[in-house]
Nanobody, 123 residues
Framework: QVQLVESGGGSVKAGGSLRLSCTAS????????LGWFRQAPGKEREEVII????????IVDSVKGRFTFSKDNRKSNTLSLQMNSLKPDDTGIYYC????????????????WGQGTQVTVAS
């Protein structure tokens, strides 16, 4: 059973930075697609970034140029999200997700989810 644990959330002022990490345990070697999602208060969950096993990534336009991801190749079960120039609109609960399928099949139907970590950006 795969388990995902996020860390690194918190509160910052607009323009600040935060770094989120997601660590998978259980059977991390079977994971083909990893991703970060977020859910703002009163809104549906939104895909932020998904990364396929070949390194190809899809990033939502609203965070391009501000958010970057990294995957620890020494530890294939660790995915980080560096968030810079944060805006109040970035506020929400951030979730790490993973799937055994490639991203093309997993998108919209991820099997494994973390518990979420809160990110709050004050104006």
């Amino acid at each position: 059973q795969v388990q995902l644990v996020e860390s690194g959330g918190g509160s910052v002022k607009a323009g600040g930075s935060l770094r989120l990490s997601c660590t998978a345990s259980g059977l991390p070697y079977v994971l083909q697609c990893l991703g970060w999602f977020r859910q703002a208060p009163g809104k549906e969950r939104e895909e932020v970034i998904i990364i396929d096993r070949d390194g190809s990534a899809t990033i939502v336009d609203s965070v391009k140029g501000r958010f970057t991801f990294s995957k620890d190749n020494r530890k294939s079960n660790t995915l980080s999200l560096q968030m810079n120039s944060l805006k109040p609109d970035d506020t929400g609960i951030y979730y790490c997700a993973a799937d055994r399928r490639r991203c093309a099949q997993a998108r919209g139907r991820f099997n494994y989810w973390g518990q979420g970590t809160q990110v709050t950006v004050a104006s």
